[in-house]
Nanobody, 119 residues
């Protein structure tokens, strides 16, 4: 089992920046990937960015060039640096981890943190 604790959301004006953090604890040795999803009101949850065990990253097209996902392995923490924020980035952001252990994949979620971008 892996527990995730997020922090860093808030209210920011368009064009501003925020950094989200997600600290993992528990069976962190089994983590295969960590990522950030977001869900805006009335919309489906979407993957924003993911960083894999080997360090590769993937981003949804709408945030490429503005958001950067990174990790600190010593702290078992993943970050999402969000720059040039737009009102359409407003959503609840969820940290996610995919684990792989003894042939089984599992997903764990954080509690979510609100990001609001005002125009």
């Amino acid at each position: 089992q892996v527990q995730l604790v997020e922090s860093g959301g808030g209210l920011v004006q368009a064009g501003g920046s925020l950094r989200l953090s997600c600290a993992a604890s528990g069976s962190t040795f089994s983590i295969n990937a960590m990522g950030w999803y977001r869900q805006a009101p009335g919309k489906q949850r979407e993957l924003v960015a993911v960083i894999w065990r080997g360090g590769n990253t993937n981003y949804v097209d709408s945030v490429k060039g503005r958001f950067t996902i990174s990790r600190d392995n010593a702290k078992n923490t993943v970050y999402l640096q969000m720059n040039m924020l737009k009102p359409e980035d407003t959503a609840v952001y969820y940290c996610n981890t995919q684990t792989y252990y003894r042939g089984q994949y599992a997903d764990y979620w954080g509690q979510g943190t609100q990001v609001t971008v005002s125009s």
